[in-house]
């Protein structure tokens, strides 16, 4: 199957600072990327539908000033989360669709981010 | 929008029995998978299901989509098997939604 890769698989960071996520498809080009947060014991909640060459979909209550996505080729997709809080402290997940518009999605092994 | 629900939320079962797990959504959909969450986080794809049935060793899966149901049945468990089972469903609008998951402990 399809391999979607992330990194950092953990990052601490302090209040105020920013922090960069990557997801990139390692055998397939992805055009459309999606990014998930997760809280301990809940779902995945879909954030946003990042979109190469184009700007992301963003999903209703996510701040799209705060969750910054850049699709800037075909097998990468970056979120960085700016003046990070406590509060921002979550299972981050990305995934991609090995044919568009319906196909399986494959995830990354996820992000864990604590903010101190 | 589309409601997706799992039943049950949590199952203990003991090693070697087999169960069967629910997924009901209340809109037609385009796409419905079956993941697996592993205690690292890692989703693992099951099934890739919008209709029909499918098997792999010792799961299989069936979606009923006139009827808006898909369930999951695992046979002979193992406690590898333990973990979260989520169903995720694409709406008409191509958004990803996914339900609240089963919890599944398999006990030695």
């Known amino acids: 199957g399809a391999v979607v890769s992330q990194h950092p698989s953990w990052v601490i960071c302090k209040s105020g600072t920013s922090v960069k996520i990557e997801c990139r498809s390692l055998d397939f080009q992805a055009t459309t990327m999606f990014w998930y947060r997760q809280f301990p014991k809940q779902s995945l909640m879909l954030m946003a539908t990042?979109?190469?060459?184009?700007?992301?979909?963003?999903e209703q209550g996510v701040e799209k000033d705060k969750f910054l996505i850049n699709h800037a080729s075909l097998t990468l997709s970056t979120l960085t989360v700016t003046s990070a809080h406590p509060e921002d402290s979550s299972f981050y997940i990305c995934s991609a669709p090995a044919q568009l518009p319906w196909g399986e999605q494959y995830f990354g092994p996820g992000t864990r981010l604590t903010v101190t | 929008g589309i409601q997706v629900e799992q039943s049950p939320p949590d199952l203990i079962l003991q090693e070697g029995a087999n169960s069967t797990l629910r997924c009901n959504f209340s809109?037609?959909?385009?796409?419905l998978q079956w993941f697996h969450q592993n205690p690292w986080g890692q989703l693992i794809n099951l099934f890739y299901?919008?209709?029909g049935t499918k098997q792999n060793g010792r799961l299989s899966a069936t979606t009923v989509a006139t009827e808006r149901y898909s369930l999951l049945y695992i046979s002979s468990s193992q406690t590898t098997d333990s973990g979260v089972y989520f169903c995720?469903?694409?709406?008409?609008?191509?958004?990803?939604?996914f339900g609240k998951g089963t919890r599944l402990h398999i006990l030695p």
């Open positions: 299901i919008p209709s």
């Open positions: 995720a469903v694409v709406n008409r609008d191509d958004k990803i939604i």
């Open positions: 809109d037609s959909v385009n796409n």
């Open positions: 990042s979109n190469e060459g184009s700007k992301a979909t963003y």
